[in-house]
């Protein structure tokens, strides 16, 4: 219920802020928002499911290992996000020239600078958090982030416009940061130890391939968005953001339970009924969590697309393509935790590279046929997400079973 009233809170809160800035601005909006979660993505090394992973691994079998981890995770990501910050206002103008098209707007892009530390520390602190199992302390919190964003975004962003929604972010942020470092700090016991070299090789090691991943994730996020201003406008990444809005509450259930699903995966990793069981409840869970409400939200599609306002003239349509892909999307995070459970990140980043690069190759190709800048990349996700799942499936499945044919 506390994940229900953040995810709902923050979807209200972006459908009053896309009207009270309007689709162009609201591009604009995005593309900053966009660039700096994508670098904080880069920074983070795929740290947040590591620590998940290890974690939930060390914290029966070694608990005096619980603070090496965080020390260490913790110190690579500051030292990695520090220097990004600081080339990000090191160039800020032609960061500004790039994706605003305005470099008088650089101030803008200094003063969002700043997410790229906090949320790369979040999804650290997250991953954390999920390895302790502290998921109804988690919610907890994410209750009042979701009150204190929808108060800020709406308030600022209606007096301040786009500088305001920015703030807003910034403000947001720093707070869940707080918040979530706090309670790590509740529930760990410190210990001055030396390094453990070791250690710190096996979470590197098994961090590299879902570092790249992340890599790959966050630089397709942002191409995406760019290239819809690129060969189109704002206004039309507007409408794409827009549409997608509604994607993020209907796969609230399915984002929280990522790192839930990985932490009990792992535990029992090396048992492969229990571990068959865990898989095949959470896909049940998804499955109905994303397909009731897609339904629901196709049916009142114009209801819901009338509170963005005017100029978003169309976007019902797209609302009504763009839900279906949260199903796509559902049942491929589960076996996306499955992969990193059994330790199979490279097997997974290969995927995710073909199901990327096809979404480029095939909105560029909608696009030379004419076709909208936001209905060409929401039917290229649609169509590539669905193959992506199909092949995630389908090997884990053949994985699975060569496994039981080498035990037997």
Sequence with gaps: MGNVIFKGLSLL????????????????????????????????????????????????????????????????????????????????????ALILENESMYLYVRLVAILIVLNSLNFLYVGYLSGLGLFKKMAKINVYIGVITFILS???????????????????????????YNLISKNIQINKTEKDKILNKKILLYSLPIAIQETVYAIMSWLINFLIILYVSFGELGMYTAAIQLNAIILFIPGILRNVVLSHL??????????????????????????????????????VSSFYGSTYQGLSDLIEISIFTTVFVSISNVYVQAYMSKN????????????????????????????????????????????FMIIMVLFYKFKSRSITNERT
């Design 13 to 96: 809160g972006g459908i009053l802020v896309a009207r009270l800035l309007g689709k162009s601005v609201f591009g604009e909006f995005s593309i900053i928002k966009t660039t700096f979660i994508s670098v904080a993505f880069i920074t983070t090394l795929g740290f947040g499911y590591t620590t998940t992973k290890f974690v939930a691994d060390y914290k029966k079998k070694h608990p005096q290992k619980l603070y090496a981890i965080f020390k260490f995770t913790q110190k690579t990501i500051l030292i990695l996000t520090i220097i990004a910050f600081l080339i990000v206002i090191l160039f800020s103008k032609n960061i500004a």
């Design 154 to 180: 709406v308030s600022l962003t209606y007096f301040f416009s786009l500088i305001g929604a920015l703030i807003a972010l910034v403000i947001a942020q720093s707070i869940n940061v707080f918040a979530n």
């Design 266 to 303: 792992s535990k029992n990793s090396d048992n492969e009924n229990s571990h068959k069981t865990v898989l095949n409840t959470i896909l049940i869970i998804n499955i109905l969590a994303t397909l009731i409400p897609c339904i629901l939200v196709f049916i009142f599609s114009d209801f």
């Design 344 to 387: 199979m990140n490279w097997t997974m980043l290969f995927f995710r590279i073909i199901r990327d690069a096809g979404i480029v190759l095939l909105f560029i190709y909608l696009i030379n046929e004419n076709k909208p800048g936001a209905s060409s990349m929401i039917y290229s996700k649609l169509i590539l997400s669905a193959i």
